[in-house]
Antibody, heavy 120, light 106 residues
Framework: EVQLLESGGGLVQPGGSLSLSCAAS????????MTWVRRAPGKGLEWVSS????????YYADSVKGRFTISRDDSKNTLHLQMNSLRAEDTALYYC?????????????WGQGTLVTVSS | DIQMTQSPSSVSASVGDRVTITCRAS??????LAWYQQKPGRAPKLLIY???SLHSGVPSRFRGSGSDTHFTLTISSLQPEDFATYYC?????????FGGGTKVEI
């Protein structure tokens, strides 16, 4: 069974940085596009960033563009999200998600999430 | 950006009821639409992709339909495990966007 395990969340002050990781197992990670989705407390789902299988293409929500960087290490089956200049509004549960291998960006396997709290 | 608008925001229903949730896109998205179910404390689960394709393992009581700007998710006979929040998502134009969610309550 596919497993996605996020780590790296925690409490950080506004303006600070945090690096999230997602360890994938039981699927051919290198052939899948991957995505980060977040859910702020009391809010709905928000797409954050996506990366294609070879990492050549990356996409970002306007709210994080220029502050967050998505990357992948296929040799370690790991997805990363480097988050800089964090703001209170970045407080959320961050999910690592795999993309269904069909045309379109549909999200099938989800991790359990890692909580990021931005507060002084 | 493509805005996704769901209605209603919440619905009260009973076991055995037929429930329909609507999702409207601010511009045409062909059939590039997904539906997800999320229960409290759990990660979302993909139900439907490409507007009407049932994801593996999803019960057949879930049905998606629609195209262009108007989509629906129908649960034909609500089961106790179906009480959850449902989200639509447009899946072709960046930034990818979700609807605000519909909570199905007892």
């Amino acid at each position: 069974e596919v497993q996605l395990l996020e780590s790296g969340g925690g409490l950080v002050q506004p303006g600070g940085s945090l690096s999230l990781s997602c360890a994938a197992s039981e699927f051919t990670f290198r052939t899948y596009s991957m995505t980060w989705v977040r859910r702020a407390p009391g809010k709905g789902l928000e797409w954050v960033s996506s990366i294609n299988p070879n990492g050549a293409y990356t996409y970002y929500a306007d709210s994080v563009k220029g502050r967050f960087t998505i990357s992948r290490d296929d040799s370690k089956n790991t997805l990363h999200l480097q988050m800089n200049s964090l703001r209170a509004e970045d407080t959320a549960l961050y999910y690592c998600v795999s993309v269904v291998p069909v045309p379109g960006w549909y999200f099938d396997y989800w991790g359990q999430g890692t909580l990021v709290t931005v507060s002084s | 950006d493509i805005q996704m608008t769901q209605s209603p925001s919440s619905v009260s229903a009973s076991v055995g009821d037929r429930v329909t949730i609507t999702c409207r896109a601010s511009q045409g998205i062909n059939n590039w639409l997904a539906w997800y179910q999320q229960k409290p404390g759990r990660a979302p689960k993909l139900l439907i992709y490409a507007a009407s394709s049932l994801h593996s393992g999803v019960p057949s009581r879930f049905r998606g339909s629609g195209s262009d700007t108007h989509f629906t998710l129908t649960i034909s006979s609500l089961q106790p495990e179906d009480f959850a929040t449902y989200y639509c998502q447009q899946a072709n134009n960046f930034p990818l966007t979700f609807g605000g969610g519909t909570k199905v309550e007892i």
